[in-house]
């Protein structure tokens, strides 16, 4: 099973600055990597696909990128909705897997 | 609209059986695969498995193969997700979701919340 890491566990910031989050696989997962956005008492929601596809309807202030183990989720400038809990997911083997999660709140 | 409506929340005592669903619409519900994942209380995202309900094909997490069975009813477009005896381990939010044509789960039910106790 591949195991996804993510950091850091909780990013403090204020709204209108960058937030960079990072996913790392145990091994190769090629560019099948997704990352979700769940916000209390919600589901989650696709945000970005195949790495650094944004999901329909996602806003161009989320950006994915990286290959293989490494992979960034950035927020260029963060709106007071983005204060949220952020997943990544991996497709590349069976079973799929979830990082841990990274909490972005309110500094 | 694409829409997976899941069943209410439900409150259970250890060995007791349950069997909780997802209703999708607004698609074709035979040609998309439906996944499963739970969410333990204050903890992140699980995969359980995932059935297609064209043929009934289905995959489960090795983590879970043996403890739940997933189904799915393609004439009322409703899978489903059971235990036939549950622990106070069960106890969680249970995400039904639908993978997309990008491989990811692109639509999610609302959950359902599952209780398990004495």
């Known amino acids: 099973e591949i195991v996804l890491t993510q950091s850091p566990a909780t990013l403090s910031l204020s709204p209108g600055e960058r937030a960079t989050l990072s996913c790392r696989a145990s091994?190769?997962?090629?560019?099948?990597l997704a990352w979700y956005q769940q916000k209390p008492g919600q589901a989650p929601r696709l945000l970005i696909y195949?790495?650094?596809n944004r999901a329909t309807g996602i806003p161009a202030r989320f950006s994915g990128s990286g290959s293989g183990t490494d992979f960034t989720l950035t927020i260029s400038s963060l709106e007071p909705e983005d204060f949220a809990v952020y997943y990544c997911?991996?497709?590349?083997?069976?079973?799929?897997?979830f990082g841990p999660g990274t909490k972005v709140d309110i500094k | 609209e694409v829409q997976l409506v899941q069943s209410g929340a439900e409150v259970k005592k250890p060995g007791e059986s349950l069997k909780i669903s997802c209703k999708g619409s607004?698609?074709?519900?035979?040609?998309?695969?439906i996944g499963w994942v739970r969410q333990m209380p204050g903890k992140g995202l699980e995969w359980m498995g995932i059935?297609?309900?064209?043929?009934?094909?289905?995959r489960y997490s090795p983590s879970f193969q043996g403890q739940v069975t997933i189904s799915a009813d393609k004439s009322i477009s409703t899978a489903y997700l059971q235990w036939s005896s549950l622990k106070a381990s069960d106890t969680a939010m249970y995400y039904c979701?639908?993978?997309?044509?990008?491989?990811?789960?692109?639509?999610w039910g609302q959950g359902t919340l599952v209780t398990v106790s004495s």
């Open positions: 979701a639908r993978r997309d044509s990008s491989g990811y789960l692109g639509y």
């Open positions: 607004g698609y074709s519900f035979t040609s998309y695969w």
């Open positions: 059935i297609y309900p064209g043929d009934s094909d289905t």
């Open positions: 091994q190769s997962v090629s560019s099948y």
């Open positions: 195949d790495a650094s």
């Open positions: 997911q991996q497709r590349s083997n069976w079973p799929p897997t």
